[in-house]
């Protein structure tokens, strides 16, 4: 029998899903370090790609830090036109218990939309649309991602993708 997930942990992983959204809305992307376990996997890939088994990735960071420090470079050795983004999250669905991470892990998927809008003229279009294919695990009552998997329908990038999605 499969293990069923509480009411707290299954609104505990929505607000995991939103809080990813706002920092980077917010532009506290730094702060996306803290919702992730150390030895992480975020990973932005293409549905073309994944569906085929093809390993490439457009990012590919297998821990926190490595993730924190390509957010450092953005910040200091990147120099591009700002911009706004706005996540739209839906969808979210609890899978079932994932069998490959120890301890309260929890594999989910959920939907999203990111609308870029360019801070000199405000136009706005759609930056990338598709799936967040994830495990969860709570280290006690506080989910974090171990593994963020990030799989995008286009089958390619609009811009150079230097922000996490």
């Not at 069923?4 to 992307?29: C, K, P, S």
């Not at 073309?48 to 924190?68: E, G, M, T």
């Not at 200091?76 to 700002?82: L, M, P, S």
């Amino acid at each position: 029998m499969s293990k069923a997930i509480t009411l707290e942990a299954r609104v505990a992983i929505d607000n995991l899903n939103y809080e990813w959204a706002r920092l980077i809305d917010e532009d506290r992307i730094e702060a996306i370090g803290d919702l992730l376990v150390e030895n992480a996997d975020y990973k932005v890939a293409s549905r073309f790609n994944v569906d085929r088994k093809l390993p490439s990735a457009v990012i590919h960071c297998r821990s926190r830090d490595q993730l924190l420090d390509r957010i450092t470079s953005m910040r200091v050795a990147n120099i591009y036109e700002r911009q706004i983004y706005r996540h739209v999250v839906s969808g979210v669905q609890v899978l079932g218990p994932a069998t490959d991470v120890p301890g309260d892990a929890w594999e989910t998927r959920a939907n999203y939309v990111i609308v870029r809008t360019m801070e000199h003229d405000g136009s706005m279009m759609v930056y990338s649309c598709g799936q967040y294919r994830d495990v969860i695990v709570f280290e006690g009552a506080v989910p974090k991602f171990a593994r963020r998997h990030v799989v995008y329908d286009s089958r390619m990038i609009e811009t150079v993708l230097v922000i996490p999605i």
